[in-house]
Each structure stands twice: as structure tokens, then as C-alpha cells.
């Protein structure tokens, strides 16, 4: 794990970095679990809440949704269901994404706290951990983690010698993207075909099992001990931007040092690109970039100097999602690429609603051909057609919207391309024909 | 359905701990279903968990198996197999005994998947989603495996190989009879 001398690295600065990971002791040694004591001995839900609200942390998974803001939708008080679930969100399978697999195998700790945390704070009894199946390591550390965390009193009844009682469990998955939007989480926790649910009502007001249910990501939830031991202001500080605090960013494709790193959110893709990353490898020009796993809008080398925040990246015409980018180069064809990234959306559409279980398999089909020296000219057309007819408020939920994003980008920067694939009746580039 | 009993191998099918033919759920495999649906608040929300715990002892769950399932939670097949197939990691045939998962996901296409699925279709002729005529490997396509700085990567079993090149898999595969 690297970080710049003199930043701070709250989430990943004792992290080993060899596949080590954080044991209950050590994690009490860094200060592990302080945050939990001093909010059970000294602070109301509402206060927690309060202080989370003031941090402005927005959710990691994706969406970028204000922390505080979702956990405020809980009913509270004595008239509110005595049953309410908080779940961690670990089903991270986004492609072009593994900053959450380096928080769950590096400190499980940190999520294991701030996830009592976050169900104090709306008063949850019962906690699930929802972890993807192929992070076989994590699965197994966390359990480990658990056992610990309930011998040491931190779960079960009277934690830490107070009233609150939380039980916390650990749940594998058995595969499928859709999972982890969080209303399909809860189809698949309670059992069902991990199909999204319509919104209203919202997980808040009747989520798992019919009951107030917060789901947040692996990463905001890890962020949580650190808010309640540093503040609010200490939080939004982190921040070289809008939004507060770090962001655990990565960069795959052809770059010399592929890897993550936790910086100051709003870090440029430049320095991302250039310093983190290394820059690309010998023999390979910056063609395109993902900002933030597959779902997002392609930016390019005119956008270096953007900053990786919610609002700059929306400025820029894509989404930071995940934060973590994948880097096109000059040797990698965007039409086969766009189809790699079709083809996985087209698998994984949970089939529930009609234009996404039919729209974007006839997208991939499309690609394909073009990608094989079969497309036409009114191909494009068609193309563009679908990224308005799967685009947002025509689909049940966002996996087809977010589908469109790489295409309707592609389309937009890179339509020569698509254009000598169909002029020249093959695809110019040698490589990644299947 | 009819299918997975045409694809039975008797020398997979038999269930460690079951009765023969595999038509009844094994005292073990009642007491971890038992357990999961302590945890939830009726009995077919534990469907997922017993499909996870017959597959981890049977290798794949059979019809007769789906079956078994399905009495012991009080719902029918059909409920049952909607859920089985939905997922990708539930599996309605027989596998070899190591299934073979290759990322083919974004980061792992521009880094050579498709070498790589190239020259294990070479050594063990088979595509994905088949099994070598020696039960040894079941080879299936995996949407990221969520280690796109060490891409390409595979997983065999519960073990994760990553920067994979494709002279590299003789070595790996012969970890695996």
C-alpha cells in the first residue's frame, strides 16, 4: 500500500501490504475499537448520525449518496420497528474494481467496527456482512475477525459493557453482479432471485425481511471509526475538494505499477496516471479511460487535469463510481472492448425487465459483428438508438443505464474507429479478437 | 431439467454422506440447514444457504437433490430451481473435480484473457462451460475477480492465481488431479 509522506491514510495506513492482515490485538493496538467505546459511553444515535451528516462522507460504492442523509430515513425513537438490519455491502464486482478486497483482507477490523458503528446508529440488532463468493481469503479472515470480535465483547449482548446488542453474521454469495445494487441484496439475502426492487419504499422504511435496512459499502463504513475518533471537520480537511475525506483509488490496464492507493479525494487523474500508476508501459499511448469501473462514461487524455470528486468527473461528462479507472491504450481495439464490457452486462442483467434482459444482448450482438468486419452503417445508428432506450428512466433499475455509459462514450470519442471496422470490413487492430 | 440426468456421472453424483441415489438430505446436511434457518425468519429464506451446503458436500446439485431441498423447506421444485440457476455459482450439472474460473471482465482483456482462454482450450480441449472427458477440470467464464492490478487472473477451486501468462499454466494446472 503506498501513500505520499505527510498524507494522511486513515483507512490503509496500517495495512501491510504483503496479504498480512490486522489481528484483533493489533488492530487495539493502532487504536481499534476506541471509536465504538467512546460513542457507546458519550453519544446518542442521533449524535452519531449528527456527526456522520457533518462529515458529508458520500457512499464509495458507486451512487455517491450523503452517508448521513440515507442513515436519517431510519424511523427512531419508540415508535420505530424494534427490528432494523445494517449490511455491509461487500459484493464488490464491478469490473475494474478491488479496492474493497483490500480493506476486507488488509484491516477486516476497521469494517467489523464501523459497521457496529453505523447499526447503532439507526438502532440495528442485526448486521450482515455480504461478501462475494470469490473472495474465498476474506471470507476466512472475517470469520476469523468475528470470532474475535465476539469473545472480545464487541458483539452479542452488552457490547463494551453498555445496553446496545448487535449480531453480526457473515453471508457469501454465490455470484451475480445485480447483487450488489442493494435492493437485489435483499432479495438475496432473504432467499430470492436477486431481481431489484421498486423504490418506494425504500430499504430505510422496509428493507430486509420488510424492515428499516441500511446497506452501505465496505469502504464508507471503514470510514466511520475514523470520523467518531477525529471529527467531522478533521474528515472534510482530508479532502483537496468538495467532497470530504480520502478515496481509495486503483488503476488497471497497461500502466507500469498497477495498483490502489488511498489519497485526498479530488486527486487528478493525472497524478493518478503519472505518479501512482507510473504512467503507461513502454510502447503504449493513453487512448481512453474508465473512471470508475465499467459503468462509467469513457474520459480521455484531454481530461488529465480533471479531479476524481463526484461533481468534477459528473462535470466531465462521466461518474467517479468506484474510483477505481481502467486505461485503454493504443493497442487495445474500443470496439472489442466496448463488446467486453457489453457482454458482461448482457450476462449479468438479472432479466426482470424487458428493454435491459433484451436491449443489450442485441448491443452486444451488434459489436460483435462490427468487431468480426460483419457491421453496417446504420449499425451506428442503432447503437446510438439503444443508449437512449436503455439510458436512465426506461429500465427497472440502473444496470442498463450504467451499461450505456462506455458505449454512448465510446460512440461519441472514438467513432472513427467503429466507422474503419465498418469501412474496412475487419478490425484493424492484431490483438483480443475471441 | 431433464438434461442434468442425461449429464449424470455416476462417479461425481455420489454424495459423501447421503443415501444412495442422493434423494434424501444426509443428517449433516440437516443440521447446517437447520441452522441457517434458525437465523431467518421462515424456512424457505434459508433456500440459498442449503443449496450452498448440499452443493459443498454433493459437488452439484441434481435433480433429486433440488428435490430434497425443496421438501425439507416446504417449497416446490420449481421455486427451488429459479433460485439455483439464478446465480452463477449454484451448479445444476455435474462439474469436474476442480472447477476452473477465468476472469473475462475489462481489466483482464486488455491484459490477455483471451490468450489465456486461447491456450487452456488448447491443453484441456475444452470451452467454457465444459468438463474434460477425465472429470478433471470444469472450465467457466467469471466476471471480475476483483484483482485488475494483478490481471490477468484465474481461480481453481478457492486458490486465486494472478498476472497469469499463459506459459505459465502448465505449472499451475499440474497442482490440480
Known amino acids: ?434 | 431439467m431433464s438434461q442434468n440426468k442425461a449429464d449424470t456421472n455416476a462417479s461425481i453424483q455420489q454424495p459423501s454422506s447421503a443415501k444412495p441415489g442422493g434423494t434424501e438430505l444426509s443428517v449433516a446436511e440437516r443440521a447446517l440447514i437447520d441452522h441457517e434457518i434458525s437465523l431467518v425468519p421462515y424456512r424457505k429464506a434459508a433456500v440459498i444457504e442449503a443449496l450452498k451446503i448440499v452443493q459443498q458436500n454433493r459437488r452439484w446439485v441434481s435433480d433429486e437433490s433440488l428435490d430434497a431441498i425443496a421438501r425439507y423447506l416446504d417449497m416446490n421444485a420449481a421455486e427451488v430451481d429459479s433460485v439455483a440457476t439464478f446465480y452463477n455459482l449454484i451448479f445444476r450439472r455435474p462439474v469436474g473435480r476442480h472447477v476452473m474460473l477465468l476472469c473475462d471482465s475489462v481489466s483482464c482483456y486488455i491484459m490477455g484473457c483471451t490468450e489465456l482462454y486461447r491456450s487452456l482450450q488448447q491443453r484441456l480441449g475444452i470451452e467454457f462451460g465444459h468438463t474434460t472427458s477425465d472429470n478433471r477440470f470444469t472450465l467457466l467464464p467469471n466476471c471480475c475477480l476483483g484483482c485488475c492490478d494483478h490481471a490477468p487472473a484465474l481461480m481453481i477451486d478457492d486458490d486465486l492465481y494472478r498476472d497469469v501468462k499463459p506459459m505459465e499454466l502448465e505449472g499451475i494446472l499440474k497442482h490440480y488431479e
Open chain 1, 1 to 434: 500500500m503506498n501513500s505520499q509522506a505527510g498524507m494522511e491514510t486513515p483507512l490503509t495506513q496500517y495495512i501491510k501490504g504483503n496479504g498480512a492482515s490486522l489481528g484483533l490485538k493489533e488492530y487495539e493496538a493502532i487504536g481499534g475499537y476506541t471509536a465504538l467505546k467512546k460513542v457507546l459511553q458519550s453519544m446518542t444515535p442521533a449524535e452519531l448520525q449528527q456527526l456522520v451528516m457533518d462529515s458529508k462522507l458520500k457512499g464509495r460504492g458507486g451512487a455517491g449518496f450523503s452517508t448521513g442523509t440515507k442513515w436519517s430515513l431510519v424511523p427512531m425513537g419508540p415508535e420505530a420497528p424494534k427490528r432494523k438490519y445494517l449490511i455491509a455491502n461487500a459484493d464488490e464486482m464491478e469490473p475494474g474494481t478491488f479496492k474493497d478486497r483490500l480493506l476486507l483482507e488488509g484491516n477486516p477490523h476497521q469494517l467489523i467496527e464501523g459497521m457496529i458503528l453505523a447499526a447503532y446508529a439507526i438502532q440495528a440488532d442485526i448486521s450482515y456482512i455480504f461478501l462475494r463468493w470469490a473472495y474465498r481469503s476474506a471470507a476466512v479472515l472475517l470469520k476469523k475477525c468475528l470470532e474475535e470480535a465476539y469473545a472480545a465483547g464487541y458483539l452479542g449482548q452488552h457490547i463494551a459493557g453498555s445496553d446496545y446488542k448487535l449480531e453480526l453474521y457473515l453471508h457469501t454469495g454465490v455470484g451475480r453482479y445485480i447483487c450488489g445494487e442493494e435492493t437485489a441484496l435483499l432479495n438475496a439475502l432473504e432467499g430470492k432471485r436477486a431481481t431489484p426492487r421498486a423504490k418506494p419504499p425504500f430499504p430505510q422504511i422496509s428493507g430486509l425481511f420488510g424492515k428499516p435496512t441500511i446497506v452501505n459499502n465496505v469502504e464508507t463504513l471503514s470510514c466511520i471509526p475514523h470520523i467518531v475518533n477525529n471529527g467531522a471537520t478533521w474528515f472534510r480537511n482530508l479532502s483537496s475538494s468538495e467532497d470530504s475525506g480520502t478515496k481509495i483509488y486503483g488503476v488497471s490496464g497497461k500502466v507500469r505499477n498497477p495498483g490502489a492507493w488511498e489519497l485526498p479525494m479530488g486527486t487528478t487523474i493525472r497524478e493518478l496516471l503519472e505518479e501512482h500508476a507510473g504512467g503507461m508501459l513502454p510502447g503504449y499511448q493513453l487512448k481512453g479511460i474508465l473512471p470508475g469501473g465499467a459503468s462509467t462514461d469513457f474520459l480521455t487524455g484531454d481530461h488529465l487535469d480533471i479531479k476524481m470528486d463526484f461533481a468534477a468527473v459528473a462535470a466531465a461528462g462521466s461518474r467517479l463510481g468506484t474510483g477505481t479507472m481502467i486505461v485503454m491504450d493504443d493497442k487495445t481495439c474500443p470496439v472489442g472492448m466496448v463488446h467486453n464490457l457489453q457482454h458482461f452486462f448482457a450476462q449479468e442483467s438479472c432479466g426482470w425487465c424487458t428493454p435491459c434482459r433484451e436491449g443489450i444482448p442485441w448491443v452486444e450482438k451488434i459489436l460483435w459483428s462490427i468487431e468480426q468486419g460483419a457491421g453496417r452503417k446504420e449499425d451506428l445508428e442503432l447503437l446510438d438508438m439503444h443508449t437512449k432506450f436503455l439510458g436512465p428512466g426506461n429500465t427497472f433499475c440502473a444496470l442498463a443505464p450504467g451499461a450505456m455509459e462506455p458505449l454512448q462514450s465510446a460512440l461519441k470519442y472514438f467513432r472513427p474507429e467503429f466507422e474503419k471496422h465498418i469501412e474496412q470490413k475487419k478490425c484493424p487492430y492484431a490483438n483480443h479478437t475471441h
